[in-house]
C-alpha cells in the first residue's frame, strides 16, 4: 500500500500540491485524472521520491521513498517519466536491460537476463531486441520504455502519461497488456491518463485530482459519474453504456 | 565487435609511434630517440586527454555537440596566462621553473573548470541550450576579460601570451609529461570503472535517478576527473578546441555503441593516433610541423558543423 500524508509540494513560489492525503490499494491499475495542471505528474513524482515535498510523508509499503538510499527505492517503485531521453545507439535489450540496474550495479548476472527476456515477452519485443530503438516507431519505443521499468521487478510502477503520442490502436493494447499483467505478475500499477475512457476501461481504481488537491477515489465504476467528471474538468460530461463498460462523452 | 575495434585501434597506435620514433632515424640514436619520446608522450596524452574528457562531459551534460573548449575552458586558459604575465612581466613569467608553473595551471584550471561546469551543470542541466549559451557567454566574459588585460600590456608581454595562446607540440618538458602522464591514467581507469554508471547517467536525471543511480554525485566525481585530464592536457601544450569533439563524434561512429568502457578507450585512443599520425604527416613527410594544431582544430570545426547541419535535417 502506497499511504501518502499532508502532501505540498511548490515550485519557485506555486503551490502545485496542497495538502495531499490518500491511500493507494496493492493490486491492478489505479488511474490518476484529472485537468493539466492537476499535479498528477508531480505527484506520481513525488511518490517515485524524486521530487522533495515541501511537507508530508509518503510511505511506500512502509517504505519512506525520500529517506531510502536510492537502490532500496529503485527497488520499491518504478517511475517512467513522460519523455524519457533518447540514446539512440541502444538497441531494445540494451534499454530493457537498464531496469535491472538497482538490482545488479553494472554487473548483470543470469537472473538479470532472464528479467530482461520476461520483460521483453510481456511486451511482445522479443523480435525487436536487437533493433536501435531509434528505427521504432513511437508505439514500439514506449513499449520499449514501458518493458525497462517492468524489467526493474518492483511491486509499483508508476507511469506518466504513456499512452501520449500512441494511436487508438496501441493505446488500446498497452493498456490491455498492462491490464493483463498487473494481474498475472500481481504488480501494482498507478498511471496517469488524460483519456478518461482509457481509464474507465481498463483501471480498477480512479483518483481524480484538480488544482492540486484529491476531489474523488473510488473504484472506476463508483467515481464516473456526470456530476464528478463536470466538477474535476469543469466541463460537461454524458456517461453512456456500451456492452457494459462506461463511456464519457464530453458534450 | 565494438571491443575487437578498441584492439585495433590500440594496435594501430603502438605501430604508429614504433614508425614515429625509429622513421628516418640517424646518429646520435640516443639523444633523437629521447626528443622523439617525449614529443610522442604528449602527443598521446593530450590526445587520449581530450578524447577521454569529452566523452565524459558530453554524457553529463547530455549533450554531443560540447566540448569543454566550447564552454569557456579554454578562455580560461588564456586569462590564467594573461593574468600571470601581466603580474610578473614576460621575463618574470619566463623564469618560473617550469614545474611549479605546470603544476600551478593544471591546479588552478583545474578548480576553475570544476567550478565553471559545476555551476553550468548544476544550474542549467535540464535545459541544455540555456547551459551551452550561458557556457558560450561566460567564455566571452573570459575572453574579454583577457583580451582587456592584454592590451593593457607591453607588446614583448603580449608576444609571449600569445605563444601561449595555440597549442604547441614543439618542446615538451620530460617532467611535466610525467605528471601529466600519471593524472591521465589515474583518471583514466576511474572513469573506466564508472563506466557502467555513465552509461545509467546517458539516460538522463530523471531515469537515472528513478534507476538508483547518485546521479548528481556521479556528475561531479565525472567533472572532477574531466577538469583533471583536460587541465594537465592544456598546461602541457596549450588549448586545443574541437580536437575532443573530433575525437568523440568518431568514436561514437566507429564503435556504434553507448557503452562507456567502450567509448573512452576508443575516444582516448583516436585522440592519440590523430596527433600522432597528424604530426607524423606534417613533420615527417611534409616537413611542416606547427600546421598540425590548426589541421585539427579545422577538422573539428567541421566536424562541429556537419553535426550541427545533420541534427538540423533532423
Known sequence: MIEINGLSYR??????????TMRLESGGITALIGPNGAGKSTLLHCISGLETPERGTVRIDGLDPFAAPARDRARAVALLRQSPALVSRLSVRELVGFGRWPHHQGRPGAADRDAVDRALGAFALADLAGRSIATLSGGQRQRAFIAMTWAQETPWMLLDEPLNALDPRHARDLMARLHALSRDAARSIVIVLHDINAAAGWADRIV?????RIVAQDA???LLTEDTLREVFDTPFELLEHRGRKVVVAR | MAERRVLWLGLGLMLLSAGFLVWQIRAPYG???????????ALICVGAATGAATVLFQTVA????????LVGFDALFVLLQ????????????AQIPTAPRFLIEAATLGGGATLLFGLLLRRDAQDVMRMILTGIILGVLLRGSAEMVQRLMDPSDFAVVQQAMFASFGAVDAGQLGVSAVVLLAALALSLRLAPALDVCALGRDTSRGLGLHHDRLVMIALLLMAAMVSVSTALVGPVTFLGLLTASLARHLTGTHRHAVLIPAAALLGALILVAGQFLFERLLGSASALAVIVEFCGGLTFLFLVLKRRRR
Open chain 1, 11 to 20: 515550485i519557485d513560489g506555486t503551490k502545485i500540491l496542497h495538502d495531499v
Open chain 2, 62 to 69: 547530455g549533450n554531443r555537440l560540447l566540448t569543454p573548449g
Open chain 1, 208 to 212: 481524480a485530482m484538480k488544482a492540486g
Open chain 2, 31 to 41: 639523444f633523437i630517440l629521447e626528443l622523439r619520446a617525449a614529443k610522442l608522450g
Open chain 1, 220 to 222: 472506476c465504476a463508483a
Open chain 2, 82 to 93: 594573461t593574468v600571470l604575465v601581466a603580474g610578473l612581466g614576460g621575463v618574470g613569467f
